[in-house]
């Protein structure tokens, strides 16, 4: 199994998680801060990964995107992980 299988399987089981949660909570008095919470805390899980996984060759994010509009750089952060680093062209294991 390669990163990117692995990827797409967190982000389907994040998907499932949050309606599972959504489902659970949302009759609660205070159904809506938990489901806040859960994207609190998968926002910084998503962000410290974004910053740990870096291409080993370039070591630049690979999560980050480089788009060139108008002749500026501009970088988006991507969900998915792409099978080779957007830096270098370095295939990711
Ligand atoms: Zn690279």
């Not at 994040?14 to 609660?28: D, I, M, Y």
């Not at 060139?68 to 991507?78: A, C, L, P, Q």
């Amino acid at each position: 199994m390669n990163r990117r299988t692995k990827c797409n399987i967190i982000l389907l089981a994040w998907l499932a998680g949050f309606f599972l949660v959504g489902f659970g909570v949302w009759s609660f008095q205070a159904g809506h801060l938990m489901i806040l919470i859960y994207l609190g805390v998968s926002m910084i899980a998503y962000m410290l990964y974004a910053f740990m996984a870096r291409c080993p060759k370039c070591r630049n994010p690979i999560l980050l995107r480089p788009h060139r509009i108008f002749g500026m750089e501009i970088f988006t952060w991507s969900l998915v992980v792409p099978a080779k680093c957007r830096h270098c062209g370095e295939l990711l294991p």
